[in-house]
């Protein structure tokens, strides 16, 4: 009856105990071990009598029609059980449902289920009281096992569901529970959830985004799909309005905004908001045509606008929802007042918008505007000589100290009949119309009680819009700003080798073997996966283990010698897979919430058809042959280079390489890594992203250029969203601060986004090939902490250091072998990565490089500093052991002035590492850490 009416049968089931009265107990007493609250089983392994006998209950189960398992107490279970019995199941049924309630368990007893094949696992948001920031790690920890499930009303209880109550569980899970009878009145508002639930469907496939920072007075949470909009729950106090620029700041790209400036909640303190995809900035072309403005007077002078980039020759790097500060220096001789407007647009509208610009101090004058959209904006400066303002100014002066203003008062009335009479075809009718207006009340008052009315505040607004604009000059041309996507600030990024995916070193990784791994990674925390090069690989040249000559039959070779007879660029290394596969692998990937990056590699194997194709793209030399690539002192016997000024390579060459990367934005990918861009030429870079990003504002570029400081910085203003750096060779505590002021307090802030990598296939560092365990710990939490952006290459949660003798080079590399990794290895830091990674979601003052402050320590073996987002609303501490061998214990000196507090008052904080709040008392406290158990204090700070 229940599958006639299209409804599905979930039974509960508690597989490790009965009662200890159950007659099993007695058939098989062997398979028990008896407690205060039942017997439980012995389950010991996925091949036993236990698991066996289960198995047989659950596919008798299944024949007699039930669909599903709501597995009590799933923790309590091995994960290998739970493999073997779900995966037996599904093989029955493929679309039998497993649920697992973990409520209540420990954090590493929920992540041990990850990948046993649950399909939702329950999560504890009907305890939420709407404050706790507890809520974001049970939806991260419960996330990573499988799609959220969740619960109206706390088990047992037996009273009816809020209102409130309902929402949040309809959103919040995946899969919804109903577990409470509702209220007559309620029957309609489910109908509803239900019915948006439907209409969504697609969206709650998807993991829920907590939106909002912690301790915010909204909470907000959001399902959304990349360009095609999505869905949002607002929880506040009743009837409290959500202004739409708090949904732009933490909604960034995937609002596409409503056009309404404030938002109603219920009278439950709820809105469920539907969104739309955002309208992306599409560019027709890289000549922007300036404005025209006519410097009418060069009394005034518009100096040290910011920001900028070398006076607007690059533009600006922000993040859709950023606010954009604007200052500039003013000046203008004599005792003439001025005014100013900050004007800005997005460069596919027409109009300018407008605000007006305050003095701040010296000269210096300031506004600010929000980027809501994905692409180029642009903006500029008006100012102007105000004469009327300059007349209040003075007359106001001199009526205060008695002086005769009876002249000064005809002269205010010339000033508003020249208003007056031209303003009509410049301002508009209703703004002609309020000067005449006044211009009327003026002339109806007696000569000496004009003043009051020529010097209200009303007035002075009034004459500021409509007064033609004396001596007006404009900066020109506008100045521009890039507004990327989120993650070109924020991201974690795990890099692997796909071909090394299978478990066995002789086998042949597939893009489906990365698809089994997406849940490892997901746990993690990482949202980006980044693959070096998947095209075919040379066979001429080709290297053997650890980079020799002579390679056996069997040796992969490196796929960084791209081309072969397969093909080159766009094709793909026959063993990983088709691109059937590979576009499975791209939805696979972000239906866990990971984005793809691939590696462009402008190089080619010697038997690369493009050499055979295109010859006239290479340098030959006399004997006919081509110069292999060198880095000295290492040699790539297998590479040869293209030349890109060749006669015949300009500019074919450069066309075929802008589209190798758009044939791969067709595929689905949206971030380049791009190989040593600082040996190709830089002009190419800045056509080539700028064709590219024309078209697909969101796709970004990430430069691998250990280079000189000025290369790189140069590499990013021509487009490079993200780029490499050298942390990962600042050891100490002064190269760490010096590197950092350097990134955040100078020109770089502007435009270059570190990414702080602490290994790559290329680079083990020596640091980490001796400092065990400990420094692998200091490390990631020194990248995870310092920067927006950080990344590990498979291996570096297993503390693998192993290297070649006196080189920063892996032994056994993957750059030229197949490895089989053991992702239990004992001594991971698996969870210590999870958890770095959950501190970054949750406190947006990790989420970019910016906003440090380096604060006093008495021991320079601790680097001791503070991370703060824009308007302070949230606040880290970071102490972190720069030594992996010994204890260090320094002095620290919390910034209690940073809160407005003396040096003897509280400061409350939240242990982000170890789980646990306490209060500071007093400015001065001791900190000891030990690198064997954990390097780094990480504290949440409030007032």
């Given at each position: 009856m229940?599958?006639?009416r ?6 509960d089931?508690?597989?490790?105990r009965v ?5 099993l107990t ?7 071990v008896?407690?205060?609250d039942?017997?439980a089983?012995r ?6 009598a236990?698991?066996?006998?289960w ?5 008798l189960?299944?024949?007699?029609g ?6 009590d ?9 739970w493999?073997?019995l779900?995966?037996a199941?599904?093989r029955?049924?493929?679309n ?8 209540g ?12 094949g ?5 999560s ?5 009281d709407g ?8 939806l ?6 499988a ?6 009303v ?11 109550a ?5 959103f ?8 409470a ?9 489910i109908?509803?959830?239900?019915v ?6 697609v969206?709650?496939?998807?993991p829920?985004?907590?939106r909002?920072?912690p301790?915010?007075s909204?909470t907000?949470?959001?399902r ?5 909009g999505?869905i ?24 596409g905004?409503?056009?309404?400036s404030v ?6 303190g ?6 739309t ?6 560019r027709k ?26 006076a ?13 500060n604007v ?10 007042r001025?005014a100013a407007d ?14 007006p ?9 300031a506004?600010q505007?929000?980027?809501k ?6 903006f ?18 001199k009526s ?6 009876g002249?000064?008062l ?6 508003v ?15 002609a119309a309020?000067?005449?207006d006044?211009l009327?009340a003026?002339r109806?008052?007696?000569e ?10 009303a007035?002075?607004a ?14 020109d041309p ?5 507004a990327?996507r ?16 299978s ?9 489906d ?5 997406l ?14 090069p ?12 650890n ?17 072969s007879?397969?093909?080159?660029h766009?094709?793909?290394?026959p063993?990983?897979?088709n691109f059937d596969d ?39 030399r ?10 000295p ?7 040869v ?14 066309v ?31 056509w080539?992203i ?9 796709v ?15 590499l990013?203003?021509?487009?490079f969203s993200?780029?490499y750096t050298y942390f990962t ?9 010096a ?10 802030r502007e435009?270059f986004r570190?990414?702080f ?15 065990g365990r ?16 950080w990344?590990?290459?498979?291996g ?14 892996y032994l ?5 072998q197949i490895?089989?990794?053991?992702h ?6 698996i ?23 380096f ?5 320079e ?19 972190i052991?720069l ?5 260090q214990?320094?002095?620290i ?7 407005g ?6 400061l409350?904080?939240?242990d982000l590492a170890r ?19 954990l ?9």
């Amino acid at each position: 009856m229940a599958h006639a009416r299209d409804l599905s049968i979930v039974l509960d089931i508690c597989i490790d105990r009965v009662s200890p009265s159950a007659p099993l107990t007695n058939e098989h007493p062997d398979w028990f071990v008896h407690a205060d609250d039942g017997a439980a089983f012995r389950l010991l392994s996925d091949t036993d009598a236990v698991t066996d006998w289960w198995d047989e209950r659950i596919a008798l189960w299944q024949s007699l029609g039930i669909d599903g398992f709501r597995c009590d107490s799933a923790h309590r279970v091995p994960a290998m059980i739970w493999a073997r019995l779900i995966g037996a199941a599904k093989r029955r049924n493929l679309n039998c449902c497993f649920i697992a309630d973990c409520l209540g368990a420990a954090p590493h007893a929920i992540a041990a289920l990850a990948g046993c094949g649950f399909d939702y696992a329950l999560s504890s948001s009907c305890w939420w009281d709407g404050i706790g920031s507890w809520i974001a790690d049970d939806l991260d920890r419960v996330g990573a096992i499988a799609a959220i499930g969740t619960l109206t009303v706390p088990t047992g209880d037996a009273r009816p569901p809020s209102d409130r109550a309902i929402t949040l569980a309809s959103f919040v899970g995946n899969l919804w529970l109903l577990n409470a009878k509702p209220q007559v009145s309620q029957m309609e508002q489910i109908r509803r959830l239900n019915v948006r639930r439907q209409q969504h469907r697609v969206l709650f496939q998807t993991p829920v985004v907590l939106r909002s920072p912690p301790a915010a007075s909204i909470t907000l949470f959001a399902r959304v799909a990349s360009g095609s909009g999505g869905i949002v729950l607002a929880l506040t106090s009743p009837g409290e309005p959500i202004p739409e620029s708090v949904l732009v700041t933490w909604l960034g790209e995937a609002f596409g905004g409503t056009g309404a400036s404030v938002h109603q909640t219920d009278e439950t303190g709820t809105l469920i908001l539907d969104i739309t995809a955002p309208r992306v900035i599409r560019r027709k072309g890289n000549t922007l045509t300036p404005a025209k403005v006519a410097v009418k007077a060069p009394r005034i002078a518009i100096e040290a606008v910011s920001p900028s980039i070398e006076a607007g020759r690059f533009p600006v790097k922000r993040t859709v929802g950023d606010w954009i500060n604007v200052e500039a220096d003013l000046i203008c001789d004599g005792h003439g007042r001025l005014a100013a407007d900050l004007l800005w647009r997005a460069v596919d509208d027409a109009d300018w918008q407008r605000a007006p610009m305050a003095l701040v101090v010296n000269d210096r004058w300031a506004a600010q505007f929000q980027v809501k959209r994905l692409g180029r904006y642009e903006f500029t400066i008006e100012a102007w000589i105000d004469r009327f303002g300059a007349f209040v100014d003075e007359v106001a002066k001199k009526s205060a100290a008695g002086v005769p203003v009876g002249l000064e008062l005809v002269e205010g009335m010339h000033l508003v009949e020249a208003t007056a009479a031209g303003s009509a075809n410049r301002i508009g009718q209703a703004s002609a119309a309020a000067v005449n207006d006044l211009l009327a009340a003026l002339r109806d008052q007696p000569e000496t009680e004009r003043l009051p009315l020529l010097i209200a505040p009303a007035t002075t607004a009034l004459m500021r819009d409509a007064e033609h604009r004396h001596a007006l000059l404009r900066v020109d041309p506008p100045l521009p700003i890039d507004a990327e996507r989120t993650s070109a600030r924020f991201a974690s990024w795990y890099e692997l080798f796909p071909r090394s995916q299978s478990g066995s070193e002789t086998r042949h990784g597939t893009f489906d073997d990365v698809i089994s791994q997406l849940p490892r990674i997901r746990a993690m925390g990482f949202d980006v996966l980044y693959f070096p090069p998947i095209h075919p690989i040379g066979r001429r040249n080709r290297k053997g283990r650890n980079n020799s000559l002579t390679p056996s039959e069997t040796d992969p070779g490196s796929p960084y010698a791209i081309g072969s007879v397969e093909g080159g660029h766009t094709t793909l290394h026959p063993e990983l897979g088709n691109f059937d596969d590979f576009r499975r692998l791209i939805d696979a990937a972000a239906s866990q919430g990971i984005e793809i990056a691939l590696d462009f590699a402008i190089q080619c194997a010697p038997d690369h058809p493009w050499l055979r194709e295109h010859p006239e793209w290479f340098n030959w030399r006399p004997d006919g042959t081509i110069r292999y690539a060198e880095n000295p002192p290492k040699k790539y016997e297998d590479i040869v280079n293209v030349d890109f000024y060749a006669e015949g390579a300009m500019p074919s060459l450069w066309v075929a390489l802008r589209d190798v990367v758009a044939f791969w934005v067709k595929q689905g990918v949206r971030i380049f890594r791009v190989d040593n861009p600082h040996t190709k030429p830089l002009p190419f870079w800045e056509w080539m992203i700028g064709d590219i990003r024309s078209r697909n504002p969101e796709v970004m570029f990430l430069a691998e250029a250990f280079t000189k400081p000025k290369l790189m910085y140069r590499l990013a203003k021509l487009g490079f969203s993200q780029s490499y750096t050298y942390f990962t060779w600042r050891n100490t505590a002064e190269e760490l601060r010096a590197y950092m002021v350097e990134l955040t307090t100078m020109a770089p802030r502007e435009f270059f986004r570190p990414h702080f990598f602490v290994n790559t296939p290329d680079i083990n560092p020596l640091f980490l090939q001796s400092s065990g365990r400990p420094g692998f710990l200091l490390r990631a939490a020194l990248a995870a902490t310092l920067s927006g952006l950080w990344g590990v290459y498979n291996g570096f949660e297993l503390c693998e250091a192993a290297g070649l003798p006196g080189r920063e080079e892996y032994l056994d590399s993957e750059k030229y072998q197949i490895r089989a990794w053991d992702h239990d290895r004992p001594g991971n830091i698996i969870a210590e990565i999870t958890a770095l990674n959950r501190m970054r979601r949750q406190n947006p003052a990790l989420q970019s490089h910016l906003g440090i402050t380096f604060l006093p320590c008495s021991n320079e073996q601790v680097l001791f500093f503070e991370k703060a987002n824009a308007d302070r609303s949230n606040v880290v501490l970071a102490a972190i052991s720069l030594d992996p061998f010994n204890l260090q214990t320094a002095e620290i000196e919390l910034p209690l002035w940073r809160f407005g507090l003396a040096d003897d008052a509280d400061l409350h904080a939240e242990d982000l590492a170890r789980d646990f709040a306490f209060v500071w008392h007093g400015k001065r406290q001791i900190v000891s850490l030990d690198p064997h158990e954990l390097p780094y204090c990480i504290w949440r700070v409030r007032a």
